[in-house]
């Protein structure tokens, strides 16, 4: 189902000082997705997912889930998060201490006055469509972090809700489980026709498992896109700054040229890609680590610089060398193979695909 | 939502306060009024008279020793308690679970009582055995003293002091310990340098509430102190209205102004204790374990400590109670005093119907008014905990007041009130009062229950489409068991024995189980009086057990 959120602010009052945690948000989130909310703590990201659930009210605005509008200030509708019949995994996962796993897992079901042998079944099911098979009568409190996560999803899904919400549920998990439940999470959701919002601030979470993603500051929406296009092709240095690490570099616009448009900086003159900037005006040139290649030899073609290594530190997978060029300092990341050494001169080539320029 | 919350708030606000700031307010009014029966034009005689009372100098020195005496001796001891519990390999730990729950089972008058049996200087059973021993002429102790009074309370307070040390030094970070090892201190210099500093802010709070409860303190004091004419604040307020023929309510609303201001201002200094306390918790992360400390030669000296403590605590004023209850008359455990005995005592205790009706009144308040008390409880602790607004605030002040209640004198100020309404010398007086004075003890346990129910959990259940009510039933309810249980048994063990405020608010045809005790206490009837504190001890220990089966059970039954 398609959540469509319309002129949605949100503010509180916390120590005599207003916060403007959702700020005029209309966002429209389509049906069948991962979507996800991706900002940095206290941004609204969390809050906006608690509007959709009901478990905040705007203060203004309208959210309609499906054909049904749960929230509408202006017409004084506010539909009760039970009735929403939507699903929602918690940070804390929220697993009831007292109960056991076909107690939390069947509780949807037996809210919703299902026949016994009716829940039985289905919660047999979900279970094992999480990998928890055989674990119902185990007291929920007594499993590892990881399953008391599937439990939480298991619980959200069992009922077979149209909208499913995550609230970072994965980081109260350590590094490694993450990871795997990162993989088991985007496997369950893509076999499920369902619409899934999911809340982070981990941006590789966000590229890793969304179709869709939006990236919140200050309680608004800054950009909206797909995970490819919000790292390579983003329009803000915000967000190009914040979906990974990135050497920013001032520029200004000289011209266009055979398709690519071009910057004078401190790299030199620069080939990007086309972009509509007025000729004279200033841009920001956003270069990503991993796309600045040593060139073996003699370079040729476009973007040529040369530079001087200035640090170089060995992290495993690569080696991150910090690069001097004129004033400009520039984070490159090089295969961890290389004959390199700190001090040493080199040259690379830069693809203008990779030169991303971005207003301001 | 809101709306309805803040509604909820204001009118417990309105109910805490009249049950708080009523009594304190009426207490201020009688202070300045002639009588209870010339209530409302206003003096400032009482005052005059009550504080050039030359009588009055003696009292309080007393009570300043006495209260000193009995918070250092208990704090002193719940210190050496808590460190051998939590940090050391002292064998059998379960004592100290005991000694924390003791002031639950055996009543402060009744062990108070058992020693004056033991060691009062006419026929002590201590002492007459010592004399038999030694051949001495008079009797070795005395309890009837200052120092007798700070022993016996200092033992009575030495729980409630552990079970505000216990904690901190459980929770206490050993990194910190371990650091100072490291630079070279050894165990002695760690625990005086960086240990008991860490842990100030606790033994200063279990100080202070030591000294509340000395000040509030009565069984002790009239048990121990008036037979031999030492006074304290708080029996020179209960002779002032219970004795004579003129009880004299104003000139007691006075001086008790003073105790309450005192009292107040000491829980004050603790809230701010154990605020600054929650500052130094420092840990804890999960899987972490403090280091034991190997007592190895002293393990079994300890030991011998602690098992004579508990000895002293426990088994003792029982012990004596019942062997007192059985005797004619007060003898020293022997062939002629074993072959003497009978049930004459409980058989006469039971056909008294004075004491019968004690124990009915006594019954149906712990039972009753700890019901009554642990509902409304149950509204404060949430309206506290979860909905955290200015006006909760306020909640959270007011009813941490009445923690700071002397009974006699929060007895008087509700007198002055009940006098003025048709629940004088009813039963429904007495129940108030006890809720009013005890609401903080019904309110911490499911405070702290409320806190353990994170807000996901009753969220994530409306998520799951189930409405509020079934959110309460199905999850909130049953997690807050525990702590319902835990606070109905604090409640209703404290209402069986109440004393301090019953003797002030006590009428004929509402006596209870203690004022009945002291009675006997003062007539020196001590066979009577142990049978009737035995049926006493019993009826609590029971509550405590029936409510811990019927937790065991609800809980059970959710799972």
């Known amino acids: ?360 | 939502m809101d709306q309805k919350r803040s509604k909820l708030t204001l009118s417990l606000v309105a109910i805490v306060g009249v049950l708080t700031i009523g009594p304190v307010l009426m207490l201020v009014l009688g202070s300045f009024s002639k009588g209870l029966t010339a209530f409302g034009s206003f003096t400032l005689e009482k005052y005059i008279a009550a504080y050039t009372d030359p009588a009055l100098l003696e009292v309080l020195v007393n009570t300043v020793v006495f209260v000193l005496g009995s918070a250092l001796t208990a704090t002193g001891l719940a210190l050496f308690l808590a460190y051998l519990n939590t940090r050391t390999d002292i064998p059998f730990k379960f004592l100290f679970r005991i000694i924390s729950i003791l002031p639950m089972m055996i009543p402060h008058l009744l062990f108070a009582v058992s020693w004056a049996l033991l060691l009062n200087p006419s026929n002590g059973m201590l002492n007459l055995a010592l004399m038999n021993v030694f051949g001495l002429e008079q009797a070795p102790f005395n309890i009837y003293t200052l120092w007798g009074m700070i022993l016996v309370e200092g033992l009575l307070d030495l729980p409630i002091c552990y079970l505000i040390i216990a904690p901190a030094m459980a929770q206490f970070d050993v990194a910190l310990e371990e650091s100072s090892r490291v630079f070279g201190a050894n165990t002695w210099r760690t625990l005086l340098r960086v240990t008991l500093p860490v842990l100030r802010p606790a033994i200063l709070a279990a100080f202070v509430l030591g000294l509340v409860r000395g000040l509030a303190s009565f069984a002790t004091p009239s048990v121990l102190g008036m037979p031999g004419r030492v006074n304290v604040l708080a029996t020179y307020l209960y002779q002032m209205i219970a004795t004579g023929f003129s009880p004299d309510y104003g000139a007691a609303a006075a001086v008790g102004m003073s105790v309450l201001v005192t009292s107040i201002s000491l829980i004050v200094v603790y809230r701010a204790l154990t605020a600054e306390g929650e500052k130094y918790v420092t840990i804890a992360g999960r899987g972490y374990r403090p280091t034991m400390i190997e007592l190895k030669g002293a393990k079994y000296p300890m030991f011998t400590v602690v098992a004579l403590l508990s000895f002293i605590l426990i088994v003792l004023p029982v012990t004596v109670l019942f062997y007192t209850s059985l005797v004619p008359y007060s003898m020293v455990p022997s062939a002629r005093a074993f072959s003497l005995m009978s049930w004459k005592h409980w058989i006469e205790v039971l056909e008294d119907p004075i004491s019968l009706l004690s124990l009915r009144n006594s019954i149906f308040l712990g039972v009753v008014g700890a019901t009554l008390g642990v509902v409304l409880s149950i509204f404060v602790a949430y309206a506290i905990v979860k909905v955290k607004t200015r006006t909760s605030g306020i909640l959270e002040s007011l009813s941490f007041l009445s923690f700071s209640f002397p009974g006699i004198v929060i007895g008087v100020g509700f007198m002055w009130f009940f006098v003025q309404t048709p629940l004088y010398a009813t039963i429904w007086a007495l129940l108030i009062g006890y809720i009013a004075t005890y609401l903080p003890y019904g309110i911490r346990p499911l405070a702290s229950a409320f806190v353990q129910v994170h807000a996901h959990l009753e969220e994530s259940s409306l998520v799951c489409g189930a409405s509020p009510l079934t959110t309460m039933r199905r999850i909130i309810a049953p997690l807050l068991v525990p702590g319902i249980v835990s606070a109905w048994i604090l409640m209703a063990s404290m209402f069986v024995r109440e004393l301090t405020l019953s003797v002030v608010l006590s009428r004929p045809g509402t006596e209870v189980l203690a004022v009945q005790i002291l009675r006997f206490a003062d007539d020196g009837l001590w066979g009577k009086l142990s049978a009737l504190g035995i049926i006493m001890i019993f009826i609590s220990t029971t509550l405590v057990l029936l409510a811990t089966l019927i937790g065991g059970k609800l809980r059970a039954v959710e799972a």
């Not at chain 1, 959709?52 to 202006?74: C, M, N, Q, W, Y």
């Not at chain 1, 897992?105 to 809210?111: A, K, S």
């Not at chain 1, 915000?238 to 401190?266: K, W």
């Not at chain 1, 170089?312 to 290389?338: H, M, Q, S, T, W």
Request: charged share 25%; glycine share 8%.
């Open chain 1, 1 to 360: 189902m398609e959540i469509r959120i319309q002129g949605v602010s949100k503010r509180y009052f916390s120590g005599g000082k207003t916060i403007i945690a959702l700020d005029n948000v209309t966002l429209t989130i389509p049906a069948n997705q991962i979507f996800t909310l991706l900002g940095p703590s206290g941004c609204g990201k969390t809050t906006l997912l608690r509007c959709i659930v009901g478990l905040e009210a705007p203060d203004t605005g309208e959210i309609r889930i499906g054909d049904e509008v749960v929230f509408s200030k202006d017409r004084n509708i506010s539909v009760p998060t039970e009735k929403r019949g939507l699903g929602m995994v918690f940070q804390t996962y929220a697993i009831w201490p007292h109960m056991n796993v076909f107690d939390n897992v069947g509780y949807p079901l037996q809210i919703r006055n299902v026949a016994k042998d009716v829940i039985r079944e289905r919660v047999a099911k979900t279970l094992s469509f999480v990998h928890l098979e055989g674990m119902e009568q185990r007291p929920a409190t007594k499993l590892s972090g990881g399953q008391q996560q599937r439990v939480a999803l298991a619980r959200a899904l069992v009922a077979e809700p149209k909208v499913i919400l995550f609230d970072e549920p994965l980081s109260n998990l350590d590094a490694k489980l993450r990871e795997e439940t990162r993989k088991d999470l985007k496997t369950f959701l893509g076999e499920l026709k369902i619409t899934a919002v999911y809340v982070t601030h981990d941006r590789i979470e966000a590229l890793a498992l969304s179709d869709t993603i939006a990236i919140m500051r200050d309680g608004k929406i800054i950009e909206v896109g797909a995970p490819k296009k919000i790292y390579f092709d983003s329009e803000h240095r915000f967000v190009a700054d914040f979906i990974g690490r990135a050497n920013l570099i001032q520029t200004r616009v000289r011209g266009t040229e055979g398709g690519h448009t071009i910057v004078d900086c401190g790299l030199g003159t620069i080939a990007c890609e086309q972009r509509d900037l007025p000729v004279g005006s200033e841009a920001t040139l956003c270069i990503r680590p991993e796309f600045i290649r040593l060139a073996r030899g003699e370079a040729g073609g476009k973007n040529v610089v040369n530079g001087r290594v200035e640090s170089l530190v060995f992290i495993g997978e690569a080696y991150e060398a910090e690069i001097r060029v004129g004033n400009e300092l520039l984070l490159a990341k090089i295969e961890p193979d290389a004959q390199i050494e700190e001090g040493a001169a080199v040259t690379f080539a830069l693809d203008p695909a990779h030169c991303l320029l971005l207003a301001i």
